[in-house]
């Protein structure tokens, strides 16, 4: 059983492709680390012999990141059982697995817009308002140059875009470039109905993201004798933290 929603976990998705690290931790509460360096702090600067060495200090963050645990309980008579084949079984599991994963995306979509609760939610940008030009509610290749102007020092490697937002950019002369889902600015395109219509999230995937693992995929069982019932209890705990603030940013239509 864990095999199969393992798979179903895993097709399709997208947490590899925005997240820069993955922490296992045994625990519900987890406190991640931030370095804020500003711009002065992250140039390597000369450094005379004997002078001290210019420090860039890590912290621990002031607020707890919380994990949460997505799972479904799979119940199946005893005739359903004993005359089904085992593949039918793996199908239904996959799909579980496939929501168990939706759910911890929409977590890391959360945290990317709204921070982890240590007042990191992400720069918003809209079209049609300085410094995206353009009309609001129509978006060009024009706006999404200048919303990928908004990322240095990090480089806008992924956008997780609505599905409406998709059909918008496809239809882009600059991304008519068959077998493709790359932009020509050359950051990833990952579609997901996860995220609201009209938004798009831009992100550097090196550094935007952790996420926080309490546990793998657990399978539990058990027995109702008097109804003939066997149940899986299918359970996943995970959270997410921001690292860089700076590293994700927002767009949206109007």
């Known amino acids: 059983i864990a095999r199969s929603v393992r798979q179903g976990m ?51 963050q002031e607020n707890l990141v919380k994990l949460h645990k997505r799972g479904r309980m799979l119940v199946a008579s005893y005739e359903a059982i004993r005359y ?5 079984f793996s199908v239904t599991l996959r799909q579980i697995g496939a929501h168990i994963n939706r759910m911890h ?14 007042d990191n939610p992400a720069e918003a940008f809209t079209v049609g308002t300085e ?28 956008l997780l875009v609505s599905g409406d937002m998709m059909r918008q950019m496809l239809k882009l002369e600059e991304f008519q470039n068959p077998g493709s ?14 995220l609201g219509g009209g938004t798009l999230i831009g992100l550097d995937r090196r550094y935007a993201l952790e996420m926080v693992q309490g546990s793998d995929v657990l ?29 994700a940013k927002v767009l949206k239509l109007k």
Do not use: C
Request: charged fraction near 25%.
């Open 10 to 60: 895993e097709e399709a998705n997208l947490l590899p492709h925005i997240t820069a690290a993955v922490t296992r931790f045994d625990g519900m509460d987890y406190r991640s680390i931030a370095s804020v360096p500003d711009d002065d702090q992250r140039a390597l600067r000369w450094v005379e012999e004997g002078a001290a060495i210019p420090q860039t200090q890590v912290k621990t």
């Open 84 to 88: 089904q084949k085992l593949d039918l």
């Open 105 to 118: 995306l929409e977590d890391a979509i959360e945290v990317l817009l709204n921070g982890d609760g240590n």
């Open 131 to 158: 410094p995206i030009g353009g009309t609001a509610g129509t978006l060009t290749y024009d706006e999404l140059v200048d919303f990928w102007g908004q990322f240095e020092p990090y480089e806008m490697n992924t």
């Open 181 to 194: 889902l790359d932009s020509p600015l050359g950051a990833a395109l990952l579609r997901t109905s996860a």
């Open 219 to 247: 399978v539990e069982y058990d027995k109702l004798i008097d109804r003939q019932l066997e149940r899986a209890a299918i359970t996943s705990i995970s959270g997410f933290a921001k690292l860089f603030t700076g590293a």
